[in-house]
């Protein structure tokens, strides 16, 4: 990955969220207002033209707060929209917002296949509905050094792969992002092995902990952040959360990954958060936290070891990078 010098967002530019957004929430409100939905889980659409143009920014209902949410305070929703890695649009940091503002999300249909006994094609509204929408609010360390915290809405990714009955055989989880190159301008350029591709061990995309994102504090996951369905895997660095998920296909060998195969002496398949393992040209110690000035130390699997460290009992973690 680039590394810029972390000249990242003054806080006084900051905008908390509520101001920043109010113009748009009374909108979408409003639209909203119209849709009186029985039981909850919806994601309140259709119901105006706008909002199926431009799905983000709408308010997602019938959300349950998760018990595995940190208390530590959330990054703004503009630190989170606007300090981003989303190659297929720039490797800037701060230009993916903008690029990708009419991105489009619907129809959206994600292919469940490979090692299963019931593949299918599911539109991204009926994977809304599998399980109630809970929010998840998560550490997000990146592999360049940096950090945010995160209050994500979305569903067990283990709530999915049990519709699909996956077969004994199936060992591994691979992803895929939409190959988009008419939307992605650097779809068309040589800056990656396009389309995009990431993958887990079974048990890991079982666990508890991996979501599938698809809101954003109360509202449709933005754009930049990867909508309509974006990977978080919170013990893990960052790039191991695919976004604009298209493709999920389970096999029995270990999946290419793509930035495994840009340097695989930097990027393992695991790439769990682990600050006694250093980068070959930086250390994993510490990290910033995007609007702090003072790092901070680095956690072991980015402070899930509770809940996670089992996975890997066994494992050389020095190795197994
Ligand atoms: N498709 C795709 N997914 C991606 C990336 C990308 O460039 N393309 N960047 C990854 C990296 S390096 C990080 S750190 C996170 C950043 O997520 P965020 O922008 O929501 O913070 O997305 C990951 N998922
Ligand atoms: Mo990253």
């Given at each position: 990955?680039?590394?810029?010098?972390?000249?990242?967002?003054?806080?006084?530019?900051?905008?908390?969220?509520?101001?920043?957004?109010?113009?748009?929430?009374?909108?979408?409100?409003?639209?909203?207002?119209?849709?009186?939905?029985?039981?909850?889980?919806?994601?309140?659409?259709?119901?105006?033209?706008?909002?199926?143009?431009?799905?983000?920014?709408?308010?997602?209902?019938?959300?349950?707060?998760s018990p595995f949410s940190t208390?530590?305070?959330?990054?703004?929703?503009?630190?989170?929209?606007?300090?981003?890695?989303?190659?297929?649009?720039?490797?800037?940091?701060?230009?993916?917002?903008?690029?990708?503002?009419?991105?489009?999300?619907?129809?959206?249909?994600?292919?469940?296949?490979?090692?299963?006994?019931?593949?299918?094609?599911?539109?991204?509204?009926?994977?809304?509905?599998?399980?109630?929408?809970e929010?998840r609010?998560y550490?997000?360390?990146?592999?360049?050094?940096?950090?945010?915290?995160?209050?994500?809405?979305?569903?067990?990714?283990?709530?999915?792969?049990?519709?699909?009955?996956?077969?004994?055989?199936?060992?591994?989880?691979?992803?895929?992002?939409?190959?988009?190159?008419?939307?992605?301008?650097?779809?068309?350029?040589?800056?990656?092995?396009?389309?995009?591709?990431?993958?887990?061990?079974?048990?890991?995309?079982?666990?508890p902990l991996?979501?599938?994102?698809?809101?954003?504090?109360?509202?449709?996951?933005?754009?930049?952040?990867?909508?309509?369905?974006?990977?978080?895997?919170p013990?893990?660095?960052?790039?191991?959360?695919?976004?604009?998920?298209?493709?999920?296909?389970?096999?029995?060998?270990?999946?290419?990954?793509?930035?495994?195969?840009?340097?695989?002496?930097?990027?393992?398949?695991?790439?769990?958060?682990?600050?006694?393992?250093?980068?070959?040209?930086?250390?994993?110690?510490?990290?910033?936290?995007?609007?702090?000035?003072?790092?901070?130390?680095?956690?072991?699997?980015?402070?899930?070891?509770?809940q996670?460290?089992?996975?890997?009992?066994?494992?050389?973690?020095?190795?197994?990078?």
């Amino acid at each position: 990955m680039l590394i810029k010098k972390p000249s990242d967002i003054p806080s006084s530019e900051i905008t908390p969220k509520p101001s920043y957004l109010s113009r748009r929430k009374f909108m979408a409100g409003a639209i909203a207002a119209g849709a009186a939905l029985a039981g909850g889980f919806y994601l309140r659409e259709h119901m105006d033209s706008e909002a199926t143009v431009q799905a983000a920014g709408v308010k997602l209902s019938g959300i349950v707060k998760s018990p595995f949410s940190t208390s530590e305070t959330p990054n703004s929703f503009k630190d989170i929209t606007n300090y981003n890695n989303y190659y297929e649009f720039s490797t800037d940091k701060y230009e993916p917002n903008g690029l990708s503002k009419d991105f489009r999300t619907r129809p959206w249909t994600v292919s469940i296949e490979g090692m299963v006994k019931k593949p299918k094609k599911l539109d991204i509204d009926t994977i809304l509905k599998l399980s109630p929408l809970e929010e998840r609010i998560y550490r997000h360390r990146c592999v360049e050094g940096w950090s945010m915290v995160i209050p994500w809405v979305g569903i067990p990714l283990s709530a999915l792969i049990k519709q699909a009955e996956p077969l004994p055989s199936a060992k591994f989880v691979a992803f895929q992002t939409i190959s988009a190159p008419d939307q992605m301008p650097n779809q068309k350029r040589d800056v990656l092995d396009w389309p995009y591709v990431e993958g887990l061990r079974m048990d890991e995309a079982m666990h508890p902990l991996a979501i599938l994102a698809v809101g954003l504090y109360d509202e449709v996951l933005p754009n930049v952040d990867g909508a309509p369905l974006r990977l978080v895997v919170p013990w893990k660095y960052g790039f191991k959360s695919i976004k604009a998920i298209v493709k999920i296909s389970f096999t029995d060998s270990m999946p290419p990954t793509t930035w495994n195969r840009m340097a695989a002496n930097e990027y393992g398949f695991y790439s769990n958060v682990n600050p006694q393992k250093d980068h070959p040209r930086w250390s994993q110690a510490s990290e910033r936290r995007i609007g702090e000035f003072r790092k901070r130390p680095t956690l072991m699997f980015n402070g899930y070891a509770d809940q996670v460290a089992g996975l890997y009992s066994g494992l050389d973690l020095n190795k197994n990078y």
